[in-house]
């Protein structure tokens, strides 16, 4: 066998393919040439950029961390759904509504009706019509005023529901009738006709050429005149209210006495005595 030896200080001959490749990537690492550094203008301009990003970051974070908080129910509607212990909360086939009540001559806030056997409210606005059977709800801070076709006027106290039960009818003397479900309503009615009976527990309480206002509440009716003189009800017995009087009639009891009011109903809120 015949082996081959190198010399001592010979060189290993290199294939000419590798010999290419190494000067090819010798040549690329050369051109890469790392980034100039920036110079001091440049430095400061950036810094500045940064610093005014951080401000402005700062800036709207503290605007809407002390920035005041809106008031409640600005952005929502009240809830309309719920349970009102009356006749028309019932689900059932909607009536036709027919018989005007009388016309919205102005809202303010938000407010909604629903007719007989409906069971979702709408929107209630100045203009619009109003009719038998019909239920009237007013929210937090809001009022309905209603002229009726007798040019009557109610007015819906924020916090209020009621239900229109009947139109007056001249020739059987019955006055118009609404239930007062919870809330404050104010009565007027010069014409001497038939006035409005209002529904509210127990009491019902009969008006005619009168101004009152009828508050109910925690099972409790406040009635006080401004002007003429209302009857009201409970429990089989009836008691007569004058001018700048009032009465306090508990569900379930019978009226007791009137008392004088120190002022005129129109500037004091009734209270419980």
Known sequence: MIKKIHRAGHKKRVPPIIKSTQKTSRKKIRKKKSAPALSPIQRIIAVIFAGIFIFVCLLSFFIQLFSPLPPVGSHKKPPIEENLSSKSSTP??????KTVFGKVTSAVGISYFRGAGETNWKSLNPGQNVYQNDTIKTTKYSEVEIKTTNQEITKLMENTVIQIERIREDKKQQPSKISLLSGKIAYKNSSGNPGLEVNSGSTKTTAKNSQFIVDYKNNVTK?????????AASQGKAITIKKNQAALIKTGDSPPAPFDLPESPGAIQLRSH
């Open 223 to 231: 009635i006080a005149v401004i002007e003429g003189t209302i009857d």
């Open 92 to 97: 059932g086939k909607a009536k036709t509504r």
